[in-house]
């Protein structure tokens, strides 16, 4: 992190400050301006290209001037940025080490140029962890003080916070939960590795099965969509076409359910944790998703009751990343220290 001083001391809640949490996600950027309580005050999102560090770094200051201004008119200032990237941010060095979705941005770090650029104070994170830091300041998870938020979506990531604290690991590379091992006979990994429960539970897998499946049953209102031009299949369509009572579109869900079950029983019983977030597309289908996960993670981790750790849907959605981007800044400067 760079340009926070750890002599800023905050006592007035009600400044006029506010921090901008930034997400970079596959073309797509995202930010709010968020006062000092979490509260969203302004938004904007554009697409972008991502084929470069340079063309991502333009957008970047692009949009966070826009909110500059637009603080303005709340009589507002920005003082403060936290930035979340997809794959695995080290925290130490501030530098994207592995992208697969967005490979053009690995080896980005925060420099000083970048911060003069900017502005202002910036952070960078892993965009999970962010998002797992926004619900426990922000949102479902603010009772919590053990908890863990899971994404599944074009990958599987993980962020972590235990004791209160956000949990990064040795090299600050922590979270990558969608490469623990579920099933050592399964698929390769884009990682090399063979059965992580990426290969099983992110969107694009999940869709692959779901194809894959189609061609054998073609008793589902997704039957169409196993054919090339009939349209995209997405998890979301998937949890959609479940709610409204496909019986094979709810098979794959609870199948998927079942394999997020066992990752999430392997943390509880490392762990001990308060609470499970669940993130990403389907969790349109709600209960019908978080049913088999449930059940799954109860038959394997059958010391913890239920009472003890809920597992939930993540209600910030997608502005957990954003709101948990701006708390980071706005804790770094208070304290010099959110770790």
Known sequence: MLGFSTQAVMTDMDDRRGYIGLHVDDGLFKAAFVDVRGEILEVDER???????????????????????RASHHGRTVAGVGIGMPGMVNWESQRVEWAPDLPAIE??????DVVDRIGVPVVMDNAVRLAAYGEYRCGIGRDASNLVYIHLGTS????????????????????QLGHMTVDPDGLECRCGNVGC????????NLVRRTKERLFRDRSSSLSSLALPGRGELTPERIAMEALDGDDFSLMMLEQTGRWVGVAIANL?????LDMV?????????????LKPVIAETESRA??????RCRIVGSPLGGQATL??????????QRSGDAR
């Open 323 to 332: 709101i948990g981007g701006a708390m980071l800044a706005r804790d770094l």
């Open 302 to 307: 059958r010391w913890i009751p239920q009472e």
């Open 197 to 204: 429960l990426e290969t099983i539970a992110s969107g694009p």
């Open 156 to 175: 599987v990531g993980a962020g972590l916070i235990l004791d209160g604290l956000i949990y990064r690991g040795a090299l600050g590379l922590a979270g």
């Open 268 to 272: 509880l019983n490392l762990l001990n």
């Open 107 to 112: 080896g980005f770090r925060l420099s000083e």
């Open 277 to 289: 977030i669940l993130s990403g597309g389907v969790m349109v289908a709600g209960d019908l998703f």
């Open 47 to 69: 697409e972008a290209s991502v084929d470069s560090v340079s063309e991502m770094l333009n957008t970047v200051v692009e949009i966070i001037a826009e909110l500059k201004q």
